[in-house]
């Protein structure tokens, strides 16, 4: 997505080797009309696909998720992310590293909101290492549900998330990747 690489040029900012923050349009605020744009491109992309619900993770991966279940026509389900000792019994829950915060987190959906007939379409705002994903990964294979693929706005390919999930067959598509932070640049892979 061209746009998307020319707002990254212009608003994100390379924090080190590894993070980049991107505040105004991801992390902190959301510009609504980019963020349809997210959607609308990620419902073609999966389009032909018969998907019932679209999950994403609070909160970074709300908007682009309410663009794409708004294109789809479908609803949306996110995941909270809590810490806690007490389990859920009406909840899936699984425990995940969180990249950026560098503690363990729950990500917690309630049974209900998951139906072994649905088909669910994953969304997020980044993928690094890939632990997110593999949570919520878990998390929809738990209640009997069909993983349809994965869709992220920003993929850090020099990162092994999005390339382990395509190892292990999952359908994954980004709509930017990035293949270096180095020399607080940067680097988009094509
Ligand atoms: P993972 O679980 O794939 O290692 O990391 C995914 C989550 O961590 C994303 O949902 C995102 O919120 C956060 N994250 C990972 N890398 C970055 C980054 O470079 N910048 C920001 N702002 N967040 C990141």
């Given at each position: 997505?061209?746009?998307?690489?020319?707002?990254?040029?212009?608003?994100?900012?390379?924090?080190?080797?590894?993070?980049?923050?991107?505040?105004?349009?991801?992390?902190?605020?959301?510009?609504?009309?980019?963020?349809?744009?997210?959607?609308?491109?990620?419902?073609?992309?999966?389009?032909?696909?018969?998907?019932?619900?679209?999950?994403?993770?609070?909160?970074?991966?709300?908007?682009?998720?309410?663009?794409?279940?708004?294109?789809?026509?479908?609803?949306?389900?996110?995941?909270?992310?809590?810490?806690?000792?007490?389990?859920?019994?009406?909840a899936?829950?699984?425990?995940?590293?969180?990249?950026?915060?560098?503690?363990?987190?729950?990500?917690?959906?309630?049974?209900?909101?998951?139906?072994?007939?649905?088909?669910?379409?994953?969304?997020?705002?980044?993928?690094?290492?890939?632990?997110?994903?593999?949570?919520?990964?878990?998390?929809?294979?738990?209640?009997?549900?069909?993983?349809?693929?994965?869709?992220?706005?920003?993929?850090?390919?020099?990162?092994?998330?999005?390339?382990?999930?395509?190892?292990?067959?999952?359908r994954?598509e980004?709509?930017?990747?990035?293949?270096?932070?180095?020399?607080?640049?940067?680097?988009?892979?094509?």
């Amino acid at each position: 997505m061209d746009i998307l690489k020319e707002r990254l040029l212009k608003e994100a900012s390379v924090l080190n080797s590894d993070v980049l923050k991107v505040d105004s349009l991801l992390n902190h605020g959301v510009d609504p009309q980019l963020t349809m744009e997210m959607g609308r491109e990620f419902a073609r992309r999966f389009a032909g696909v018969a998907i019932t619900k679209v999950i994403t993770v609070e909160s970074s991966g709300i908007p682009v998720a309410f663009a794409t279940a708004l294109e789809l026509g479908v609803p949306l389900v996110f995941a909270r992310r809590k810490k806690t000792l007490l389990g859920e019994p009406d909840a899936y829950m699984e425990r995940v590293p969180s990249f950026t915060k560098g503690i363990v987190t729950d990500l917690i959906v309630s049974r209900h909101l998951l139906q072994p007939e649905d088909t669910v379409l994953f969304i997020d705002d980044i993928i690094a290492n890939g632990d997110a994903a593999r949570g919520l990964i878990r998390i929809v294979e738990q209640s009997g549900a069909r993983l349809a693929g994965i869709g992220i706005v920003l993929e850090k390919s020099f990162q092994a998330g999005g390339r382990t999930l395509r190892e292990l067959g999952y359908r994954l598509e980004s709509l930017v990747k990035i293949k270096s932070l180095d020399n607080n640049e940067i680097t988009f892979a094509e």
